[in-house]
């Protein structure tokens, strides 16, 4: 049995090229949310196109944001105040979320999204 090194090692993710990105640009603007979300749920997803779809009206979108381990902590700041409860939700587990911004949600309007942060605060200290 492989392990999941040995397995990477034999199957390599591809090269992102400058027409992956050029793809990825033409798809962040798909009239299809669904699309967009694989856009801003891509690891090769070029941080200005993170700021453009974190103001995406589908908070399906912005949701794909908040969770990406690749978006930058200054669009993390920024979702921290989205109107979607989901959203908040979202940047309060994502693992790279500025100590700020996490301590802006554990004063969140929503018992959920203070929940998040304490549970993600218990599982830290574990």
Not at 24 to 44: D, F, G, M, Q, Y
Request: glycine share 2%; charged share 25%.
């Amino acid at each position: 049995m492989l392990t999941p090194e040995q397995a990477a090692a034999l199957h390599p993710s591809p090269a992102v090229t400058e027409s992956k990105i050029r793809r990825l640009r033409l798809l962040a603007t798909h009239e299809n949310p669904k699309i967009r979300e694989s856009v801003a749920s891509s690891h090769n997803t070029p941080d200005d196109l993170f700021a453009v779809l974190a103001a995406d009206p589908d908070a399906g979108v912005r949701s794909c944001v908040a969770r990406n381990e690749a978006t930058p902590c200054d669009i993390l700041r920024e979702l921290a105040s989205d109107r979607s409860e989901t959203v908040r939700g979202w940047v309060a587990v994502n693992y790279f979320v500025p100590t700020d911004a996490m301590e802006k949600l554990a004063q969140d309007r929503s018992k959920t999204v203070r929940s998040l942060v304490k549970w993600k605060g218990e599982l830290a200290s574990a």
